[in-house]
């Protein structure tokens, strides 16, 4: 089931968070502010009662484009929809409010999100060297239209 977040979430969302992304971990204050901000959709997947993935967009008013800021899913749930779904709601909401495109960074080397990606429409644009610190690895940007 995917829902929007709730603070009584996030502490399981930091705690896999800090399992999937060792080196570059957002701090759980992150999670704190964007669960509150009206600019960001915050959405959870529930499994019997388990947080089991989450997934974060911002669109500020006078931007015409939203960002995917973050998005896991647990290893134990991988491979059953449960990424694609929450990818779904953040692009929803985004076009819902007025967003024209939704732009994402993705690692080079990480090719299953690339590939999430691409099959929900988004397309590389460009590349931004050495974007994910210390490990200094290169970033794709990827982009999707209202319309596709
Ligand atoms: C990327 C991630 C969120 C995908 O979540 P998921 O729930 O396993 O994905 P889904 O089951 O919804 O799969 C959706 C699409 O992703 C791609 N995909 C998923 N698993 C894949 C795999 N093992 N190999 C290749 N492509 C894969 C496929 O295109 C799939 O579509 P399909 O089922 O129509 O073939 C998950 O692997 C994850 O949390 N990874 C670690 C964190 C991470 O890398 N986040 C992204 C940071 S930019």
């Not at 959870?44 to 995917?68: C, F, M, R, S, T």
Request: overall charge negative; hydrophobic content about 45%.
């Amino acid at each position: 089931m995917i829902r929007i977040a709730t603070t009584a979430d996030i502490t399981s969302i930091h705690e896999i968070e800090q399992n999937l992304f060792p080196e570059d971990a957002w701090p759980r204050e992150k999670f704190d502010v964007d669960v509150r901000s009206t600019f960001a959709r915050f959405v959870v997947a529930e499994d019997k009662a388990h947080v089991v993935g989450y997934a974060i967009a911002q669109y500020l008013p006078n931007n015409d484009v939203a960002d995917v800021q973050n998005i896991a899913v647990v290893a134990s749930h991988r491979g059953r929809g449960i990424g694609a779904d929450l990818l779904d709601a953040l692009v929803e909401w985004s076009f819902d409010q007025g967003a024209s495109a939704i732009m994402l960074e993705v690692r080079v080397d990480n090719a299953v999100a690339q590939s999430l990606y691409a099959s929900r429409g988004f397309e590389v644009i460009a590349t931004r060297a050495k974007y994910y610190q210390p490990a200094g690895v290169d970033a794709l940007v990827m982009r999707k239209e209202v319309s596709t």
